[in-house]
Structures are given as C-alpha cells and as structure tokens.
C-alpha cells in the first residue's frame, strides 16, 4: 500500500522539520538550564518573531533569510531586556512567580497581537519556494532546505560560543552553581539576561526559517512550542543535544504519524508520548537525574 | 469561630444584591463573576494554599462541563444527578492526575506544564470525539423548571451559584483550620522539610488535587447549566486556566476570600476594557488580565487581600501610637 519512496520522502521531511523544532527547543532548553524555569512565553515570542518576519518581508521586501541577520540581534534584545527589566525584578527570586510572570508576558504579547492583526493569517510567497533539489527518492524544498542548514551553523555557533568564550563559561558556571558564581564576581542577573536573550534569539532564526513555509497567525507559535516542550523533556531539560537529537526525531515521528493517523490525531500522538516521558523518567533519555 | 461568621456575613450581603432592583445586565455580570471565583477557589486550594502551580485548571472545569451537557443530553439524566456526577468527575480527573505526577515526584515547572498537557489533550480528544459532539459542541434542552436545574430568573441563577461559592468557601475555612491545612501549608512551604517531620507529602497533595478539581468542576457545571451550551474551545480552553489562577493570585494566595475579591475586580477591569475599547476588541480583556497577573506578582505579591491586611495593620499601628503619645 504504501510506496518505500513515500515513507523515505516522510522521513527526510520529518527531518527537516525536525530540525527547525530543534532550533526551537534548544533555546527553551538553554532557559532551563541556566534559569531553571520553563519559560512559558516562549510560544507567544515566535508569534511575534515570526510577525516581524512577515512585515520585514511584506512592508521593506527583506528576504527571510536575510532578516535573520537583522531578527537574531533585535530579538536578542528584547529577551534581555525582559528578563532584566521585567521576570527577574518582578519575580523576587521565587520559582513560581518566574512562571506565573512568563505565563503572564505569554497572555499579553499573544494577545495584543491578536487585538492589533486579528484572526487572520498570513502567508508569504518568495519567488524561489517552490525551487529545490530533487534527490530521486525524494524531494527537497529549497526553502526547508536553507533552514535545515541554518539550524546546525547555529548550534555548532551557540555551541562554540558556551564552550570557548568568558561568557560562555560565565553561563555554564551560573548553571552549575548560582551562589558560588556569584561569589566568584559572575554578575548573576547579567547572565541569566543573557541566556533569556540567546533563547529568544533562536526563536527569532527558527521564525524566519519558518515564515517561507508556514503562514503565521496570532496562534501560530503554540503548536511548534508543545512540540518544543516535548523534545526538550525527551531530550533532557538543559540539554543541547538532547534537544538536537529529540527535535529530529519527534519531526520524523510526527511525519510518519500524520501519514498513518491524520493531522489531529498525530497531534495527540505527541502529547501522550510527551505525558508518557514526563511520567515514566521527567529527566529525559540524555538528561541526568533530577 | 469568628472566621465563619465573617464568611456567613459576606454570604448574606451578597445573597441580598438581587432584591435590590438592580438590573439584568449588573447580575450576570456578578454570575458570571462567582463561578470564576469558584473556579479560582479551586485553584487556590491545590496551588495557594499547597503551593502546586496548575497551569490546566480547564481540565476540570471542562469535565464538568461536558459530563454534565452530554449526560443530560444524550442519555436523558436528571439534571441535579448529571450536576453532580460532574462534580465528581472532576475529583476524578483530579485523582487521576494527581495520582500520576505527584508519584512522578514532579514539582514547580514540570506540574505546570503537565497540566497544562493535560487540558490539551482533553481539549484535542472532546474536539474530535463523537460523544462530546466533536466541533458542534453539546446542546442541553431549555426545560425552565428546578427539577432540571434551570431558573425562570437570574435571581435565582444568582443564588444558586452563590451557594455554590458559600460552600466552597466554607470548605476552604476549614481546610485552613484543620490538621490537613497545616500539613498542606507546610508542604507548600518546603515539602521535604514537612516530609522529614512525618507529613505524608504525596497523600496531602493528591487529596488537595481532588478537592480542588471537584470545586473547579462545580464551576463548569455551573456554567452549563446557565449557558446550555458547551464546546471544547469553552471547556478546555486556555482562558478558563488562566482565570482560574488569575483571581486567587490577584486576590491573594492562599486566603479564603483571596478568589472571591479577585474574580469580582478581575470582571470588571475586563468588562471596563471592552467598554472603553467599545465593542469589537478581541484579546484585550485578556492582554490586560496579562499585565495585571505581572503587575500584582511584582508589586504585590501577597495580592489584594495581602494589601488589605498591610493597611489595616498600618492604621492600627498609626492609631495606639498616636493613643501612646497623648497617653
């Protein structure tokens, strides 16, 4: 019944989707390990990232994968300075009012978007979408293509980045141990800006790869960030391989499940297997225990 | 015994509103008020006062809601039976949820998020299930009689769900009051210091998660049987999770009437906005209940009623020091 070379095209699809979940996943992932939080606006920030690539394109005719360059920083910025100016003074060190705030900015920023573009949603056509390379068994759309390249540059950057420079190692030492860093003259709260603003930069790259292929609507971010959610408990809370690795597989796995199941009913695949990680080991296949 | 009077007081001044000639409009603004509230006294039992943060409230506002519209509905089950069987439904999901994470040993983000799951997937499963009424939702037969729960006027809706706040704000005054409130307080407080000290943490909150669902339940049967309509955009949906930790946050964590006083400024700084905007504004009742969530955990964080308590200890305390010095 069903063709090789349509369950090999699933397979190279889910990966190229995947990857994208990834970049997704990895700055949730990076958030938790340094702030040790769940950053619940991390859905409602790709909205909007994913808006400010709409109106790049539409309104000044920026290409997407250009307005990465212009997106990664300016959003960098606004995570920062979220997290210094508004979650870390309003939430007095308390765990659970870092949540409640970020479920609050989640609330707002979807929201307000929805009072100021509506219901409606959004495409765009670049010229060169439907170009791409025909491998014989399958096809590769360009676009999805460009993304799924991106996506490694980036965490092969992030991963140099936290591996050999002194902010890097600032981050991981933050992460290991808050008070002795502090100690060691580490400005904690710069840090953890810091990390806000790095999570909410992949979210910006992972709008733009996203807004060639995907139409963008004020709910548009949710559903990459349940898929999120679920790669990062797969893949280990606080782990960037684990979020690479679990980004392609839950790809692959929703790819093949759609092909079986149908939309809708692939969509509850992946929350039960979500519920059923969370409950059987919530540490994740790469993570450490808790 | 002072406490419940003061609940009994509130209770008898709410009760009177009605006779007060106000209109159709004031009354179901306070209804629709009230089963927020009790809703977020639901929530206020688990994450007030037992520091367990659910982010999917929904889940048992939503069964309630649904086991009531579709046993009616469908099977022809007497209204005050399906109300509560809805109830109890809610206590269930309660158990089942509980049961699973609190065994888990998930904690602050991961119990947030497992709820959160947890409504999703409810919401997903009750859009595509036959039973549920898939995308159509659940329709219940408008029979105005009180044998099926169903009032001539919103008087009566009125009472009916101010008796159901009443009751839950009784049960909340003696949870504070009793052995298993403090043991619940104390878990919130730091649970593997209450567990050290003999208090069986998992059992305390599991029973917690039970009461707290079946309250919140209550609230979406309510809403049932005064709507007569219910879909899973409505049951499960992310506002009703997010109003029901809104009000006792705003209100105050972890207090009796903290839910109360929040659902009833929450409404009206809701409705102020849809006024001022002037009809069509979607999302931004709900972008002002966002800034007011960070606003109260930034400036006060022990919300209103804690803001209360702070101003009635200032006056005392300004009032003998002035008795000090002219003494």
Known sequence: MLSPAILTAAVVNGLLTGAVYALIALGLTLVYGVLHIINFAHGALLTAAMFAAYFAYRVLGIDPYFAVLLLAPAFFGIGYALQRFVIGPASHGDDRNMLLVTLGLAVVIENALLFAFRADTRTINLPYALNGIDLGFAFLPLPRLIGFVTVFVVTLALWLM??????????????????????????????????????????????????????????????????????????????VLGALIGGLVIGVVESLSSLFLGESLGQIGIFLLFIAVLLVRPSGLFGARA | ??????????????????????????????????????????????????????FGHAAFFGTGAYVTAVLQARYGVNAWIAFGLGIAAGALIGAIVGGLTFRSGLRGSYFALVTLAFAEVLRILASVAPITGAGVGTLVKLDLRPASLQFQSRAEFYWMILALVAIALFVTQLIERSRFGVWLVAVRENEDAAAALGVNAMAVKLIAMIISGAITAAAGCFYVQYFLFIDSGLAYGTWMSIEALLTP????????????????VVRALGQGAQLIAGGEAPGLDLVIYGCILVLIIWFAPRGLMGGLS??????????????????
């Open chain 1, 162 to 239: 936290m591996s050999a420079t002194d902010t890097g190692r600032a981050i991981r030492a933050v992460a290991k141990e808050k008070l002795g860093a502090e100690l060691a003259g580490i400005d904690v709260a710069h840090i953890y800006a810091v990390t806000f603003g790095l999570g909410t930069a992949c979210v910006a790259i992972a709008a733009c790869l996203l807004i060639p292929s995907y139409y963008v609507n004020p709910n548009a971010g949710n559903a990459f960030v349940l898929v999120a959610f679920t790669i990062v408990v797969l893949g280990g809370m606080g782990s």
């Open chain 2, 310 to 327: 702070r101003l009635r200890n200032r006056l005392l305390f300004s009032a003998s020091a002035a008795e000090a010095r002219h003494g």
């Open chain 2, 1 to 54: 015994m002072k406490e419940f009077g003061a609940v009994a007081i509130v209770i008898i001044a709410m009760a009177v509103v009605p006779l007060l000639a106000v209109s159709n409009v004031t009354l179901n603004f306070l209804i629709v008020a009230l089963m927020i509230a009790l809703a977020g006294q639901g929530w206020n039992v688990l994450g007030g006062y037992g520091g367990q943060y659910s």
């Open chain 2, 249 to 264: 946050i705003i209100g105050g964590v972890g207090t009796v009437f903290g839910p109360l006083l929040g659902a009833l």
